[in-house]
């Protein structure tokens, strides 16, 4: 295993981390003042214009697809570099839900769908939106979904209630999971059809308030409906009865770049706390960081911020070198790790900042409000920890249902 960084990969890194601390890092003020996404994306669209111009945009996709044609362990590092800050990975396009639509579509997408719907994706022209979980199934258990779509002549019609659709406001497409076949084995049942926004039937019901915030445009999460909702069988995505194993496919990269953007923010919150810690004096003379209790925060957190690095280079080592399904142990291992790493350092910044720890004069308070959410998506914690667990006890003969 070597996880030196690739000697060509250096500049590009550097020249990332150049537009996200002197473009992108200054928006967020602008955030927090407007608390409105849609007010940035004029500055958000001067800045991608920049990253394009650059030959740094969309660094995840192939290079005949207008990408860098970063490998995963690459681009593992870019995922942290732009992690530094909330509107990074959207400045590169390579944000979440848009990414993992971008790599299902091209996998598993038509020559049309690739046209209609990839194309301008990859271009950001438009954003998208993926809608799974349902408010009434728990999104742990994906194979059990109400959301139906019946075949009706040349057309799917989709009834179903989803929610937590994140970007869903202003999306220009959802790839939606629905059952198509609902006796088949649990794991075949599901389907992903494309619904373009605008479709009848296909309704925003609101956007969802979390933390206090409801969000706007791509920093939104939506409950939406299908109801009697029709779109040509030609947009269904990959099989009939692929959907899971399509989601799975998008899963496991997703963990990667979701764990190493973590560490992007962690790695900020370090800096934040202890550039506090250095600063701040407690009494005349005498910075916090004098104090011992303190020093624990600043090493606990660089230890775990770098095991949990390294754990995620190994898995993302190991899918590239044995493929996915080898790599599924690291993959739930990383998930849970990450996340923690990233709890501890976002919420021992803001001790040592005090008070204005809970302000939005920092970027900590909103890190603690909208980073919450990494244990319960792609997967809760307990989930992934019990199918781990499962699998190292199976090895010691204990079978486990
Ligand atoms: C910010 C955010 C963005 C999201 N974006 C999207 C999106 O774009 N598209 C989309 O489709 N979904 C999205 N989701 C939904 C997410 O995928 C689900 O919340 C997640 O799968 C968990 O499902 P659930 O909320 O229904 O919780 P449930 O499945 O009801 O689980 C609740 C809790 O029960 C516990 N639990 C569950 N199963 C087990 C088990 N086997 N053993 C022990 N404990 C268990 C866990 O603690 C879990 O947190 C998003 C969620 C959040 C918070």
Redesign the pocket.
Known sequence: MDFSLPKDLEPSLRAMRDIVDHDVIPLEREMAEKKSFRALEPALAKVRAKVKAAGLWTPQIAKDHGGMGLTLMEHARVSEELGRSPFGHYAFNCQA?DAGNMEILLQFGSPAQKEKYAKPLLAGDIRS?????EPER????PTWLDTRARADGDDYVIDGH?W???SADGAAFAIVMAVTNPDAAPHMRASQIIVPAGTPGFTIVRNIS?MGEEGDSYAS?AEVRFENCRVPKSNLLGEEGAGFLIAQERLGPGRIHHSMRWIGIAERCFDLMCTRAAKREIAPGKPLGTKQMVQDFVAETRAEIDAARLMVLHAAWKMETQGAYEAREQISLIKVFAAKALANAIDRAIQVHGALGMTDDTILAYFYRHER?SR????????HK?VVAKRILKRYGLAIE
Not at 376 to 383: K, M, P, R, S, W
């Open positions: 839900p939106c993926f809608a799974m979980t728990p999104g742990s258990n989803k937590f659709t994140s979390v999460h959410a319960i998506y792609d997967g809760a914690d307990e989930v019990s």
